[in-house]
């Protein structure tokens, strides 16, 4: 994330233009602040909540051990839940801006993890955790299920 947002802000200054992407009335400042503490309330609830189903099975998700699969609360619905609420982050910090340059390079963080980080990360449980996690990965969709198809 950390990468998206310093390309977003070197392709701002560079560039000498700030991509102005909301229209009026959403692009006043006192709206876009509005916007972007509701999104970053949401990106911490979600985080919180998995943090409270890690706990639950006696994990957390500071690379520690796994004893067993989180399928309860956030879990049930997406495998990554907290990559859901990394992913959402450069789209907030685009509204708080209004810069087009963060919002056009948002989609590098879930490409990124869904190309890279989460492949290696099922490969690692489905190993450590056998069965389980399969049927797991069976049964819940990577990110979230819309209209009945998994994404």
């Known amino acids: 994330m950390f ?17 102005r992407f909301l229209f009026f009335p959403l692009n006043a400042l006192s709206l876009r602040m509005i916007l972007f503490s509701i999104s970053f309330a949401m990106v911490m609830r979600l985080k919180k909540e998995c943090d409270t189903e ?3 099975v006696g994990t957390e998700a500071n690379f520690t051990p796994v004893a067993e699969v989180a399928s309860a609360g956030v879990y ?14 450069p789209l ?10 963060f919002l056009l390079l948002s989609p590098v963080c879930p490409i990124y993890l869904d190309s890279i980080v989460i492949p290696a990360e099922e ?12 049927k797991y990965m069976d049964l819940t969709p990577r990110w979230i ?3 009945g198809i998994k994404i």
């Open 123 to 134: 490969k690692f449980l489905m190993k450590q955790l056998g069965e389980p996690y399969t």
């Open 145 to 147: 299920e819309v209209g």
């Open 54 to 56: 890690l706990a639950k």
């Open 76 to 89: 049930e619905w997406s495998r990554n839940p907290m990559y859901i609420a990394l992913s959402m982050a």
């Open 92 to 101: 907030s910090f685009a509204c708080l801006t209004d810069c087009g340059w």
């Open 3 to 19: 990468v998206v947002l310093a390309n977003g802000y070197l392709t701002w200054k560079i560039s000498g233009r700030r991509l």
